[in-house]
């Protein structure tokens, strides 16, 4: 199995950023088209537990949509073969004292690259 390799992990960076744009921007239909459509899907967040691609769509869909822009201040992704991908930030917000951390992994599906699980927390800095 390749690690690292340079056009997956480019492809993955891509839809990274597509997500990233989509989250700030409250773009709900790009956030929903990158993740699996399956029951399976988990997205642990901040102060939920979302299982399934209803339950995601049904958070998306009302919270609200303001003060998510953040800065992200590192960055890890890394591919596994062609098709796996874990990638995990750390981020600030203003006003905010304590890091965000976010975890995505990614599978390339035939529909192509999907966030299968996710996880957003909060720690002290």
């Known amino acids: 199995m390749?690690?690292?390799d340079p056009e997956v992990l480019a492809e993955v960076n891509g839809v990274f950023d597509a997500y990233e744009v989509a989250l700030i921007g409250n773009d709900v239909a790009?956030?929903?088209?990158l993740f699996w459509h399956d029951a399976r899907t988990l997205?642990?967040?901040?102060?939920e537990n979302l299982v399934g691609?209803?339950?995601i769509r049904e958070f998306r869909n009302t919270r609200p949509g303001k003060a998510l822009a953040r800065t992200i201040t590192a960055r890890h992704v890394t591919t596994f073969g062609d098709a796996f991908a874990v990638a995990n930030i750390t981020f600030r917000r203003d006003g905010e004292q304590r890091i965000g951390r976010q975890?995505?992994?990614w599978v390339k599906t035939p529909d192509g690259w999907?966030?299968?699980a996710a996880h957003v927390s909060w720690m002290d800095s």
């Open 114 to 116: 999907r966030v299968v």
């Open 53 to 55: 691609i209803a339950e």
């Open 43 to 47: 997205r642990f967040g901040a102060a």
């Open 2 to 4: 390749k690690i690292d």
């Open 30 to 33: 790009t956030l929903d088209s």
């Open 103 to 105: 975890t995505q992994t």
